[in-house]
């Protein structure tokens, strides 16, 4: 009896550490964007200063003459680049996924965008409750929001992390005892 116990505290302890990154994630997201938009413009002007011409024009010809850039500074830029674009699209296409599937879903995704997502963040809770009413049907109030921002985050965690949920626990444990 202990063992499962202690099974369903490191299950739920995953939990919150699963939470915990998706919320620091979406904290940073802002930050992200904005270091891969200046890292972008800055390899940008970098190549076309050495180079005199853009990044993109000189892969394409590169690669139409039989060019080997493997192992190269524009190789190392590109593939960094790429990667962070890469790391974006898998929030986007969770935040999508969200928006689109779950039972709150439209809800959940103003929630999140009005409090990490959005270009400009909003200076105040007020102002968040504010942006998002203007988005939902039904009213929220100030605890609601603190309330469905936990389970939206929540949710967008077990789209971004796998599913595990805190309701299937004790019927996993009953299942896996057997």
């Given at each position: 009896?202990?063992?499962?116990?202690?099974?369903?505290?490191?299950?739920?302890?995953?939990?919150?550490?699963?939470?915990?990154?998706?919320?620091?994630?979406?904290?940073?997201?802002?930050?992200?964007?904005?270091?891969?938009?200046?890292?972008?413009?800055?390899?940008?002007?970098s190549?076309?200063?050495?180079?005199?011409c853009?990044?993109?024009?000189?892969?394409?010809?590169?690669?139409?003459?039989?060019?080997?850039?493997?192992?190269?500074?524009?190789?190392?830029?590109?593939?960094?680049l790429?990667r962070?674009?890469?790391?974006?699209?898998?929030?986007?296409?969770?935040l999508?996924?969200?928006?689109?599937?779950?039972?709150?879903?439209?809800?959940?995704?103003?929630?999140?965008?009005y409090?990490?997502?959005?270009?400009?963040?909003?200076?105040?809770?007020?102002?968040?409750?504010?942006?998002?009413?203007?988005?939902?049907?039904?009213?929220?109030?100030?605890?609601?929001?603190?309330?469905?921002?936990?389970?939206?985050?929540?949710?967008?965690?077990?789209?971004?992390?796998?599913?595990?949920?805190?309701?299937?626990?004790?019927?996993?444990?009953?299942?896996?005892?057997?």
């Amino acid at each position: 009896m202990k063992d499962n116990k202690k099974k369903a505290d490191v299950k739920m302890s995953r939990e919150e550490y699963l939470y915990h990154n998706t919320e620091m994630l979406l904290k940073k997201y802002r930050d992200v964007v904005w270091s891969i938009e200046v890292s972008a413009i800055q390899a940008q002007i970098s190549f076309e200063l050495e180079m005199d011409c853009k990044l993109e024009e000189f892969l394409e010809m590169s690669y139409a003459a039989g060019m080997d850039v493997s192992g190269t500074q524009i190789q190392e830029q590109t593939r960094t680049l790429e990667r962070n674009k890469k790391m974006l699209k898998i929030i986007e296409t969770a935040l999508n996924v969200l928006r689109t599937r779950h039972t709150n879903g439209e809800t959940y995704y103003w929630i999140l965008y009005y409090t990490y997502l959005s270009e400009k963040p909003c200076k105040s809770t007020e102002l968040i409750i504010d942006s998002i009413n203007g988005m939902v049907e039904e009213y929220m109030s100030w605890t609601s929001y603190f309330r469905q921002r936990k389970k939206a985050i929540e949710s967008l965690s077990d789209i971004l992390w796998g599913f595990t949920s805190k309701e299937c626990l004790p019927i996993l444990n009953e299942f896996l005892t057997k």
